[in-house]
């Protein structure tokens, strides 16, 4: 059992670096083939998440478009000041 062992990290050795130096998309990609690879094995499923990730984005760009098309934000003259305003600590009840 221990051979076997020291197969696997032997054979983790060598592919370690192969696999640092794939572009990123590539690494994305097989850590998709592994994870599906896995659950396989284990009798489990991965769901897929894109679909719902486009449909989410497509409804955030429509509502952004509604706002442009509102002028939602102009009355807001400086964005960067407006941002730190909305971004400052209030008091919370009971906590003095």
Do not use: C, Y
């Not at 990290?9 to 670096?17: G, N």
């Not at 994305?28 to 396989?40: C, G, K, Y």
């Amino acid at each position: 059992m221990k051979k076997n062992k020291e197969q696997h990290t032997t054979s983790l050795a060598r592919i370690l670096p192969l696999v640092e130096s794939l572009p990123q998309a590539d690494k994305f990609q097989l850590m998709q083939s592994l994870l599906t690879q896995l659950a396989w094995e284990q009798g489990l499923s991965l769901q897929r998440r894109n679909k719902v990730k486009s449909s989410q984005g497509k409804r955030m760009a429509a509502v952004l478009q509604r706002m442009a098309d509102r002028h939602a934000l102009s009355h807001i003259d400086d964005p960067a000041a407006w941002q730190r305003e909305i971004r400052k600590d209030r008091p919370l009840p009971g906590r003095e």
